[in-house]
Each structure stands twice: as structure tokens, then as C-alpha cells.
């Protein structure tokens, strides 16, 4: 089947009485070149294990099953389960699961699939839990190669920042924290069934071994990121004491203790300028 061809797409969706869910954040791609670019810039080889999430009707599932070892997908609409049975029948190296990727265990399911494989993650994701998908495969430390995906193209645009210019937000820290982040390229919204109001991205995400920068409270670190970029437009030091309820005196005082200016704002911080502020506030409590 060809799961780009807008007429064979129409008719699998119109055989199973498949309606679009909005808010599942169904958008399915139709543009060919798409998914074998991704495919192709994440890395996968012969020898990977691929963890998708939201397989769709199959489109980008078919391509990583033609490159990969081995695939497992992700999919939390029942509806869409026997139509992949069908558009995937002659991968025999595709694994569908029926569940929620935020609820789902990926260590577990890593150990139990991939044992001996190099495990990568590709995906057109949901975009409404863009953010929470991507921050569970960081925090949780999954053990992947790299996080290849398409996400809205604004959402590209902050993640892939870097620390310290105007583009940058918690996070940005947040993700250049765990990993590299690269913008691949970009896709326009006609290449969807349904076209999204939004354009996309194709982003790709290398897991560091280390972090690039070492902090003595990690938790803390990203507390006080979180606060100094709560407010935007206030200051560094504003930002921090309110929204860590700490008294301002003692921001004020780390800032100065790490040769900040005092009206410094959180994006024009580096990530190791912001390594060194929280734990100055934290020496300051
Ligand atoms: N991969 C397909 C493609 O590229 O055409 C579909 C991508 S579509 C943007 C997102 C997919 O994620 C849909 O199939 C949707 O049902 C599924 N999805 C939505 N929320 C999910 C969740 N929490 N867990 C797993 N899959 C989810």
C-alpha cells in the first residue's frame, strides 16, 4: 500500500469508518519524502531497535521497519490497531502496542525488546504533549541513542535555542541539559492529512553520555531555572525570589557573588553561568 497516495489513504480511513481524533492530535503525513528523510537522519541502521510513538495509519512505521531491526510502536487510539495490522502486514519486525506513551514504562519495555540493540526513538508526535513526551524520555534517562521527531515548528524553535540567546527558555536548559539538540528541517502544514494551522519540525536529539555542565543539587538546578525564566520580563533575580519564595536579598547577593550584572535576565545566561548561579543561591539560603 502506498500510505502516502491521498485516494488509498481515503479509502482505508472510509473501509474502517475512521474519523480524525483533533484531540489526539491525529495530522498524518502524506508528503513521500518526508519519513525517509527522518529515517535516514536519525541514525537507525540494520542493527537498531526503534521505539515510535504514534504510529498513525503506518506511514513512518514502514519506512523505520524497511531500515531497523526492529520496531516498537506506541499507539494509544484502539481504532487505528486492526488498520496497522493491515497497512503493516509484511513487516514482520513491527511490534504494535496498544497504550499511552506517558503511561507507559519505557525502561521496561526498552530491557524486554531491544536486549543487545542500539534503541532509538522516532516519531511525528502528538503535538499536545509535546513537551511532557519529550521531558519523560530525558528525565526518566532512557537509555537511547537519540530522540528524532517532528514536533510544531515554535516548539523546534525553543528546544533547539541555544542557552543564553533570546530563543532560550527553561527548556531549552532543560533539554540541552540531556541532550544535543539539532534542528533537521522544516515541514510545511500541507504535508498532513488533516493540514495542521501550524508548520512542523524535524528535530533531532543526541543524549549525552554527561551533562555539559555539573551542578551540586540537580533538583535544585532545575528549580531555579524553572523561576528564572518564569517571569520574562522581569529580572534574573525577580524572577528567582518569587518563584522560589526565597527573600531577594540572597539572589541578589549569588548574582553578585558570580560577577553578574544585577538586573542580568535569565535568557542572556549560559548554561554554565546558570550551573553556577543555582548553586550560589543555593549557597546563599
Ligand atoms: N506517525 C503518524 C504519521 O506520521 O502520520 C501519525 C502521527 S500523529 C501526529 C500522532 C499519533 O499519536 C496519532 O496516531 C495519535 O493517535 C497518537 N497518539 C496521541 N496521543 C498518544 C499517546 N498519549 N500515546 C501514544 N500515542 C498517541
Redesign the pocket.
Known sequence: MN?CDYNEIKKLLSDFDFKF?KS???????NPT??PRMVEMSGIDEESGVV??????????AELAKKAKKVVC????TR?IPLLGITLAEYENVEIIN??????DLHALIKEKFSGMKVFVC???????TSP?IMALLESRINVESITV?VQKEAAQRMCAEVGSRDSGAVTVAVNYYAQAQKLFEVPSGS??PAPKVDSCVMKLTIRKEPPVSVSDETFFFRTVRAAFGQRRKTASNSISAGLGIPKQAVINAIADCGFSPDVRAEALTMEELARLSDAVKGNL
Open positions: 500510505l481524533s489526539l492530535g491525529q495530522n498524518f503525513i502524506v518526508v519519513c515510535e510513538i504514534g504510529p498513525g495509519i503506518g506511514v513512518l512505521t506506541i499507539e494509544l487510539d487505528l497504550a499511552d506513551v506517558l503511561k507507559t516519531a511525528n508526535l502528538p503535538y499536545y504533549i513526551v517532528m498532513f492529512m
